[in-house]
């Protein structure tokens, strides 16, 4: 299920630039600001959530709130219309599970994570962008409840895919995303065979 969603976000991705290229076309508006190199500095928050399969931990868990830190830097290909935009995000995922007493445990993972995404944009006062592309993450530390997880039980690399859009005024933007993980963040079998990462996030940036 959880494929089937990502393949068809992803779909719908492509039909979404594919529009907006047409439109694009059709705008000669002469606005360069987007065809300078910018770096820029993103707040923000994702409800995040994960799947477990494959092991007796497979009951729906429960959402989460995390912060998402991230710098970036947006890379104008040609005019501006295309652009190259890495990311670094210090971001909290995880889940909500119940115990055998039917307690709720909170699981934060602190990951550092690289998204090097595709971003297309257009019209002239309000710039609305499209954005998507893979990310590789590293697991730093977590938490199970009020204990340190052990990091044996998982895998140090995650990779995923971020997708959204996001709307501009001058320096300053906002943006919403579904980051979705694409490998099995668990390195044991068992109680924790396939457990994948998934969020929505939204953040806003200050460009410079």
Same mark, same amino acid.
């Given at each position: 299920m959880k494929k089937t969603l @990502?393949?068809?976000l992803i779909g719908m991705?492509?039909?979404?630039? @594919?529009? $907006?290229?047409?439109?694009?076309?059709?705008? !000669?508006?002469? /606005?360069?600001y987007n065809a300078k190199a910018? +770096?820029?500095?993103? %707040? %923000? &928050?994702?409800?995040?959530n994960q799947t477990f399969e494959n092991g007796s931990l497979d009951d729906d868990s429960k959402s989460k709130f995390g912060a998402d830190i991230a710098v970036l830097v947006n890379i104008?290909?040609? @005019?501006?219309?295309?652009? &190259?935009?890495?990311?670094?995000?210090?971001l909290q995922k995880g889940s909500v599970i119940a115990d055998?007493? %039917? /307690? !709720?445990?909170?699981?934060? +993972?602190?990951?550092?994570?690289?998204?090097?995404?595709?971003? $297309?944009? +257009? %019209?002239n006062e309000a710039k609305i962008f499209a954005i998507g592309g893979p990310s590789l993450g590293y697991l730093l530390s977590g938490k199970s409840g009020d204990f340190d997880? /052990?990091?044996?039980l998982y895998e140090d690399l995650e990779w995923g895919v971020h997708l959204g859009v996001g709307i501009g005024l001058g320096a300053l933007e906002? !943006? &919403?995303r579904?980051?979705?993980g694409l490998s099995d963040i668990s390195a044991v079998d068992g109680n924790l065979s396939e457990v994948k990462n998934n969020a929505f996030g939204a953040g806003v940036t200050l460009k410079f």
């Open positions: @990502t393949l068809k991705l492509v039909i979404l630039m @594919t529009s $907006l290229s047409a439109i694009h076309a059709q705008d !000669d508006s002469g /606005d360069d910018r +770096f820029g500095v993103r %707040g %923000g &928050v994702i409800i995040a104008p290909i040609g @005019t501006g219309f295309f652009m &190259v935009q890495p990311e670094l995000h210090w055998i007493n %039917g /307690d !709720d445990i909170t699981n934060t +993972f602190n990951y550092l994570e690289l998204p090097v995404l595709l971003r $297309l944009n +257009f %019209g997880i /052990d990091k044996d906002i !943006d &919403v579904y980051m979705a």
